[in-house]
Every structure is written in C-alpha cells, then in structure tokens.
C-alpha cells in the first residue's frame, strides 16, 4: 500500500505540529511528496500532475482540472494512506494551481 512517507522508522515514534500557517513555496514543492507535470492531454484545456513520494517509487495520485466545481482536485490512487502533512502539500498546491489558472484566464480575456 502506498502512502505518504513519514521519515520514521520500524518502532520510531515521533510527533511534530506543523505551525498553522504553514505553507511551502510553490511550484512543485513539498518535504515529502513531488508534483510532476503530466502536460495536458489531447483535446483538454488543463495541465494535470502526478503526485509521487519522493523516491518516485510509487504513484500517490493525479491532480486534475474537475469541471463540475471549477477547480483542480486530487484523484488518489486506490489503495493509499495520507497524513495532515501530504494532505496539506497536496492541498496548498491545488489552491495554488486552481488561483494561477484563473488568472491567467483572466488576464488572457479581451
């Protein structure tokens, strides 16, 4: 089962509270998973990324363009495990990705 790495190892317990405002510079950043850049498929107007663990050994999901709410969202791959830290990656970076795309659709109009 793939999942969100944690750092730890067998029997190593360690709990850190991220600060609330945390936020990592984007694009493509992130301590524990990467966001690749998929390219836009034929005949869609959206880029899409896969996002990996750090390694590249295993595939957590695709982050798309989801046109019934008008925003990117996160399709993970089945089965995975997650935890606050990749959520909030994987979060941050669709917020982020989601207000580039608008703007530049809005600055794209006559």
Sequence with gaps: MAGC???QEKGEHR??????????????ASARI???TLGVLPGQKTNRWE???LDGKHS?????WFGRWRKYAFFPTAPSTFEEICLRDIANF??????EYRNER???RP
Aim: proline residues 14%; negative net charge; glycine residues 8%.
């Design 15 to 28: 709990m850190s509270i991220p600060d609330p405002s945390y936020r990592l510079p984007f694009p493509g």
């Design 5 to 7: 790495p944690d750092g």
């Design 34 to 36: 990467t966001f690749d």
């Design 60 to 64: 957590l999901g695709v982050i798309a």
């Design 94 to 99: 669709i917020e982020y990705k989601t207000r």
């Design 106 to 108: 809005a600055n794209s």
């Design 51 to 53: 996002v990996s663990t």
